[in-house]
T-cell receptor
Framework: GQNIDQPTEMTATEGAIVQINCTYQ??????LFWYQQHAGEAPTFLSY????GLEEKGRFSSFLSRSKGYSYLLLKELQMKDSASYLC???????????FGAGTQVVVTP | KAGVTQTPRYLIKTRGQQVTLSCSPI?????VSWYQQTPGQGLQFLFE???????NKGNFPGRFSGRQFSNSRSEMNVSTLELGDSALYLC???????????????FGQGTRLTVV
């Protein structure tokens, strides 16, 4: 079947690092995307991986291993504004069709 | 450059009624997708449109339908509303359809539908 799994919630302290893991089993693969969603707002794009390896974008990095069906999002130097839901999404065999994980709620504490 | 615009932002309807939601993609984007977001199910794919053609449909009943116009604007319609249709409906637009590229989907603010 098709599945995208990520932890439900993670808590970390301001200034710390948090790693959100995502495992997936999907038919077709055209990239793995990470989105951030604050409560009541639209998801906003954070990062994208289509080849194996690490992509770094400022405080955020994302890693992909296609053979393992595994990705992670690394958030460094956490700030209070990083408290949000982080969504792992796989673009399948159709350009506009994403399959999303349930989201990981990250809570940043002072 | 304007983002993805969805109207209306909030809507309250009664069971049995029908509703039409609208999405205007980013200028130049021809791919539009719709998603339903609920606390229990997360983001679920509804449909994908490109050049006025439905390219893909998710596992939703026939009460959910959509269309795309020549200017890439899209509408989705839900007929015979049920309480379980209460959700945030999100529209996403992308520039490409196929080919090489990391074109992400840009989401609108969504339409919050409440069925009473």
């Amino acid at each position: 079947g098709q599945n995208i799994d990520q932890p439900t919630e993670m808590t970390a302290t301001e200034g710390a690092i948090v790693q959100i893991n995502c495992t997936y089993q999907t038919s077709g693969f055209n990239g793995l995307f990470w989105y951030q969603q604050h409560a009541g707002e639209a998801p906003t794009f954070l990062s994208y991986n289509v080849l194996d390896g690490l992509e770094e974008k400022g405080r955020f990095s994302s890693f992909l291993s296609r053979s393992k069906g595994y990705s992670y999002l690394l958030l460094k130097e956490l700030q209070m504004k990083d408290s949000a839901s982080y969504l792992c999404a796989v673009r399948g065999d159709s350009w506009g069709k994403f399959q999303f994980g349930a989201g990981t709620q990250v809570v940043v504490t002072p | 450059k304007a983002g993805v615009t969805q109207t209306p932002r909030y809507l309250i309807k009664t069971r049995g009624q029908q509703v039409t939601l609208s999405c205007s993609p980013i200028s130049g984007h021809r791919s539009v997708s719709w998603y339903q977001q609920t606390p229990g199910q997360g983001l679920q794919f509804l449909f994908e449109y490109f050049s006025e053609t439905q390219r893909n449909k998710g596992n939703f009943p026939g009460r959910f339908s959509g269309r795309q116009f020549s200017n890439s604007r899209s509408e989705m319609n839900v007929s015979t509303l049920e309480l379980g249709d209460s959700a945030l409906y999100l529209c996403a637009s992308s520039r490409h359809q196929g080919g090489v590229g990391n074109t992400e989907a840009f989401f609108g603010q969504g339409t919050r539908l409440t069925v009473v």
